[in-house]
């Protein structure tokens, strides 16, 4: 085992890469923050220059330098890159959702298998210490009926720095509809098929049963009001309700432990985590059924 810190790479240099990506690389101990690269070579530069690390327009040359990449790019793009990085034997710091379709992730996974290499996929909240503490008191106490949750975003609102592109083809399913899936998951137990409906200005419900009996539900939207935003979740049954601490999330914090948990893995040869990409797959499965469902819904009243 080397004690060497991992060199990480940064892929992207919008909001999100450098809110909390770079600042965590650069905070987390027993790591490099060593590269940034980006398709907007002067965005590049200017991350990079703040950091003191070395910015790439050609991925192979940001590749060729580090030893893992944190990914804050679209899912498809990001799908694309960490393949190519995987067979060149970097680990992976993933965000969710992994990809957009079954045969980009699949493709991923496969590419992670076969090079042993160590990943991880940003679910944030699985990484908050207030977070790790509920999930321990919901497995301790057991007897769980359901899950209720509801994450009613307003990122679709123009002035919000996460009405990207991406975000506003794929609606809040695929941006937010990953967190509560892997929060229930991870307390109610693993996802055994899902329901999915949509309603109007891209509200979408899902029923899922889980494994073991339980049921839980998700409501998810980017296009709340401001007043109406939020998120919510807790799991009931006989010993009453618990409500997930979901409100003051670090998100910096969590993500510095998230680097911090790829590289230990990393170094110790381990390749599964809870949340690694065999997980975000499994996530991906969920969000793509119901996506199916909706728009088979949608085909058939436009028919009807
Ligand atoms: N875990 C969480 O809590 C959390 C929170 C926020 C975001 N995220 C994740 O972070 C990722 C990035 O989100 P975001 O809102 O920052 O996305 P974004 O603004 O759409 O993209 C950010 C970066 O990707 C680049 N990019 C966009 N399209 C590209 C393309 N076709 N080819 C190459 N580069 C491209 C952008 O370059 P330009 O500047 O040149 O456009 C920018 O550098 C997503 O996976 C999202 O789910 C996670």
């Known amino acids: 085992m080397t004690t060497k810190p991992l060199r990480f790479g940064l892929a992207g240099t919008g909001y999100w890469a450098q809110a909390t990506h770079a600042p965590a690389l650069a905070a987390t101990e027993g790591v490099e923050f060593a590269a940034v690269w980006g398709r907007n070579p002067r965005a590049a530069a200017d991350l990079a220059g703040a950091y003191q690390v070395t910015a790439h327009h050609d991925v192979s040359a940001f590749l060729a330098g580090i030893d893992a990449v944190s990914f804050a790019v679209p899912p498809d793009v990001q799908a694309a890159i960490a393949t190519q990085a995987a067979r060149e034997g970097k680990h992976l710091l993933l965000e969710k959702p992994v990809a957009l379709t079954g045969a980009a992730a699949d493709a991923l996974v496969e590419a992670v298998e076969r090079a042993g290499v160590a990943s991880v996929v940003f679910f944030t909240q699985r990484f908050s210490p207030d977070v790790r503490a509920w999930l321990a008191e919901v497995a301790a106490r057991g007897g769980w009926t359901g899950g209720v949750s509801a994450w009613l975003g307003s990122a679709l609102r123009e002035s919000n720095p996460f009405n990207t592109p991406w975000r506003r083809d794929q609606g809040g399913l695929w941006d937010v509809g990953p967190h509560l899936i892997s929060l229930l998951w991870a307390s109610l ?10 309603g109007p200005a891209d509200v979408t419900h899902l029923v899922l049963h889980h494994r073991g009996g339980a049921t839980s539900t998700i409501t998810v939207t980017l296009s709340a009001a401001e007043a109406a935003a939020g998120v919510d979740a807790y799991v009931w049954g006989e010993s009453g309700r618990l409500a997930a601490p979901l409100g003051s999330v670090d998100r910096v914090a969590a ?35 119901a996506q199916r469902q909706i728009d088979a819904r949608r085909a058939a009243c436009l028919s009807a």
């Not at 137990?189 to 949509?198: H, K, L, Q, R």
């Not at 949340?275 to 793509?288: E, K, M, N, P, S």
């Open 255 to 289: 993500l510095s432990t998230a680097v911090a948990e790829l590289a230990a893995n990393a170094r110790a040869g381990q390749t599964r985590h809870p949340c690694d990409v065999w997980f975000g797959r499994d996530v991906g499965r969920v969000l793509a059924e």
């Open 189 to 198: 137990g693993p996802v055994t098929s899902v329901t999915a409906d949509a």
